[in-house]
């Protein structure tokens, strides 16, 4: 438990330092029947109010690790934020744990067995003897409100640490962690915050290694920035985390660091605000007031299925033809059989007559084609899998190019074939008047 | 570094017991920017292969805590499973904080060096020197190939525990894991006589509880098997985990209880081999010699894109016309403007015209057509948002059914009205002669 006295302990220089840790328990946690989607949540939110996260930690419904996870943990930070084991049943023993680590007995909390008996009444659903035992509380613990289940949350120190235990659900936890624990853990910490901020810069051309040498100099010219690389494939998503008091000062920096990246880096910057190419395009189509059609052979409706992710694609987003059969892109789309039987369904001519036939059919701005070889079979020696032949109709012409990719599998082609696609079409878009 | 000489320091009586402990490493773990599926992954296919897992750890990108938590880890457990901090740039330090950790220098791993530069030559792309920094490993260390990326994983004993580092991107960790990791900790555990078997049986049509509600007396029936769902929206996947000294009884466990979950559940299963509802139309479509044609509105070409990404496609799969807007329609599909009109574009008799049309353009077996309102804008109070017309034109007849949903975003319900499509087209092959 803190009280006023508690947070005076809390010195000065510190007041803007304090380091929290995370503890997600449970045994579906602990074999992985469940991803933890709750530490990160937690942690995403604890780095915008400005606290440091500085360790997830995560243990099954085992009495002796969790009261020995906990006293760890104490050791270390100065917040604890626990989810997990506060339920009604035999395996539920948070309480029990946080008790033997804080080394106190438990006892029956009566604001905790009220707020319980209030959840049943309200329900009209009978209460369980098992229910009173979620009153049961460390001594000087105090109970943390659950609007939205029976599982009434705590919080007590353990040694100097101030320890929040939450529910696993993650509605109840989203809901007493803004509602109840943020307010506390600012007021713990006396007011006045370091701000955080992240900043995304999302790229798509350049391997991650490619990445970070032409961007080797940022550490020299930004040393209070830390910058980070995420592969979200196929694009490379740079990062920036900056902390410190004045934010307006820290958006400065992040402004001028993103001007930086983008000198170097130049058209391969996809968004300066972290917006993938799907969302990239349809900015720049509704921008630009212009339609899309496409062409899909070897993409299978990746790219339609891409655009449509976005709410609002109907405005520019015209037609799919996902034309797998050949039949299909000469009867849809107009491809001339003579073609087809010429270059085949992989080529720059063909891809080109897709473009165009697409463009037409649905009165596009722009029509937008793919055809190639997403294997695993299919490839030859003159075009081996990875080979992808992108045409994009305009208003003035039809263009087309071919690339080679070489990633391990079809799922990678079929993606990197939409994404690279989409990019043609962007840098029309950017170059258009 | 592990040995034969080394394996033979693990005393019999501990063979069977390994303990292992899982960290994930990177700043977007850290700050909760990425939630950490790579754990739960991870802990699933060690408990599978009978490693208990003890504890999840994650900490950011800094040397000195990375170090500091491989040293702890290495103090309490037998295996440590590490992820992320292996890539080409200044922030993966994690070969840095393993060699510092286990008290040596790093040196150039000549096999690390050769994988790598085989990458890139296989993919006809210039290394750069930041991938050679890849290739510093800790002296002592192992290394452990990547098929799918750059980063070569390694493997090193930090005071008696073998700590196994992989890179952090899910599919190179999935087969790096797969194909290296877990067959070296079978090793060292000395060859185990106990066999474990998984198996998955998939199923659409019921929530997760509705299914463990059906599945009631499970335990009763197979106490020797242990039960578990996993959501793989919208599918729900049940999984057995046996675990015993004869591995054909455990086979034919399983068979029986496959076969007691296909009587509960009937119809709402779609494979008793773990197929999702994709793989599982396909083989039907194959098996039935049929073809098939979509027209997709709502899905967005979301079906094309599932049934594409399964190798071979081309067999049956024959073109999808996503026609979002009302002109593609009537234009491709031949949807009657009077239809359009009178019903609009989400109606069972739309979306009926919709997949005579593709099937006729296409010449296809089967015409499979959606129609509805994904959100989060356009729903209505007589067609809310999550309704879907779903439409099959079959070589006897055409007919459609409207479905409603209520999930919380935009591409749940692009998943679940496509997967919800292919279930109609799924239970009209079953019953097809």
Same mark, same amino acid.
């Given at each position: 438990?803190?009280?006023?006295?508690?947070?005076?302990?809390?010195?000065?220089?510190?007041?803007?330092?304090?380091?929290?840790?995370?503890?997600?328990?449970?045994?579906?946690?602990?074999?992985?029947?469940?991803?933890? +989607?709750?530490?990160?949540?937690?942690?995403?939110?604890?780095?915008? =109010?400005?606290? $440091?996260?500085?360790?997830?930690?995560?243990?099954?419904?085992?009495?002796?690790? @969790?009261?020995?996870? *906990?006293?760890?943990?104490?050791?270390?930070?100065?917040?604890?934020?626990?989810?997990?084991?506060?339920?009604?049943?035999?395996?539920?023993?948070?309480?029990?744990?946080? =008790?033997?680590?804080?080394?106190?007995?438990?006892?029956?909390?009566? /604001?905790?067995?009220? +707020?319980?008996?209030?959840?049943?009444?309200?329900?009209?659903?009978?209460?369980?003897?098992?229910?009173?035992?979620?009153?049961?509380?460390?001594?000087?613990?105090?109970?943390?409100? #659950?609007?939205?289940?029976?599982?009434?949350?705590?919080?007590?120190?353990?040694?100097?640490?101030?320890?929040?235990?939450?529910?696993?659900?993650?509605?109840?936890?989203?809901?007493?962690?803004?509602?109840?624990?943020?307010? @506390?853990?600012?007021? @713990?910490?006396?007011?006045?915050?370091?701000?955080?901020?992240?900043?995304?810069?999302?790229?798509?051309?350049?391997?991650?290694?490619?990445?970070?040498?032409?961007?080797?100099?940022?550490?020299?010219?930004?040393?209070?920035?830390?910058?980070?690389?995420?592969? $979200?494939?196929?694009?490379?998503?740079?990062?920036?985390? &900056?902390?410190?008091?004045?934010? +307006?000062?820290?958006?400065?920096?992040?402004?001028?660091?993103?001007?930086?990246? +983008?000198?170097?880096? /130049?058209?391969?910057?996809?968004? &300066?605000?972290?917006?993938?190419?799907?969302?990239?395009?349809?900015?720049?189509?509704?921008?630009? $007031?212009?339609?899309?059609?496409?062409?899909?052979?070897?993409?299978?409706?990746?790219?339609?299925? @891409?655009?449509?992710?976005?709410?609002?694609?109907?405005?520019?987003?015209?037609?799919?033809?996902?034309?797998?059969? #050949? $039949?299909?892109?000469?009867?849809?789309?107009?491809?001339?059989?003579?073609? *087809?039987?010429?270059?085949?369904?992989?080529?720059?001519?063909?891809?080109?007559?897709?473009?165009?036939? =697409?463009?037409?059919?649905?009165?596009?701005?722009?029509?937008?084609?793919?055809?190639?070889?997403?294997?695993?079979? /299919?490839?030859? =020696?003159?075009?081996?899998?990875?080979?992808?032949?992108?045409?994009?109709?305009?208003?003035?012409?039809?263009?087309?190019?071919? &690339?080679?990719?070489?990633?391990?599998?079809?799922?990678?082609?079929?993606?990197?074939?939409?994404?690279?696609?989409?990019?043609?079409?962007?840098?029309?878009? *950017?170059?258009?008047?």
């Amino acid at each position: 438990m803190f009280s006023p006295y508690q947070i005076e302990l809390i010195s000065k220089e510190d007041r803007h330092s304090m380091l929290a840790e995370i503890l997600s328990t449970g045994e579906e946690i602990r074999t992985g029947a469940t991803i933890d +989607s709750n530490a990160a949540y937690i942690a995403r939110k604890l780095e915008e =109010a400005g606290i $440091q996260v500085t360790r997830h930690n995560g243990v099954g419904d085992d009495l002796t690790t @969790l009261a020995a996870v *906990l006293r760890e943990i104490a050791g270390r930070a100065d917040v604890a934020v626990i989810t997990g084991g506060l339920g009604p049943t035999a395996d539920d023993l948070t309480a029990e744990a946080a =008790a033997r680590a804080a080394e106190v007995e438990r006892v029956l909390d009566r /604001g905790a067995l009220a +707020s319980i008996e209030h959840f049943f009444s309200k329900r009209n659903r009978p209460m369980n003897s098992s229910n009173r035992k979620q009153a049961l509380l460390p001594k000087g613990a105090r109970c943390l409100a #659950n609007p939205v289940g029976t599982a009434p949350g705590f919080y007590l120190a353990i040694g100097k640490c101030t320890c929040f235990f939450m529910p696993g659900v993650p509605a109840e936890m989203k809901s007493m962690l803004t509602g109840e624990v943020l307010p @506390l853990i600012d007021a @713990l910490r006396g007011g006045s915050p370091e701000h955080t901020l992240t900043r995304t810069i999302t790229t798509f051309g350049l391997t991650e290694s490619a990445t970070g040498e032409k961007l080797a100099g940022f550490r020299t010219q930004f040393p209070e920035i830390r910058l980070g690389y995420r592969v $979200q494939f196929p694009e490379i998503h740079i990062k920036f985390y &900056l902390r410190g008091q004045d934010h +307006s000062a820290l958006q400065e920096q992040a402004a001028r660091a993103a001007g930086w990246v +983008s000198a170097k880096l /130049g058209r391969k910057v996809l968004s &300066l605000e972290g917006l993938s190419m799907d969302r990239v395009v349809a900015g720049l189509l509704i921008q630009k $007031q212009s339609t899309l059609a496409l062409a899909e052979s070897c993409t299978g409706g990746l790219i339609a299925h @891409l655009l449509t992710n976005v709410p609002g694609s109907s405005n520019y987003f015209l037609f799919s033809a996902v034309t797998y059969a #050949n $039949q299909a892109k000469m009867d849809v789309l107009g491809v001339s059989p003579e073609t *087809l039987n010429q270059f085949g369904a992989v080529h720059e001519e063909t891809a080109r007559e897709m473009a165009a036939g =697409a463009r037409r059919r649905a009165h596009a701005t722009y029509g937008l084609a793919t055809s190639g070889i997403a294997g695993p079979d /299919g490839g030859t =020696a003159e075009k081996p899998v990875g080979t992808v032949c992108i045409a994009l109709a305009t208003p003035g012409r039809v263009f087309a190019r071919r &690339l080679y990719y070489n990633f391990a599998d079809r799922l990678r082609h079929k993606r990197v074939f939409a994404v690279a696609a989409l990019d043609v079409l962007r840098r029309e878009l *950017l170059a258009a008047p």
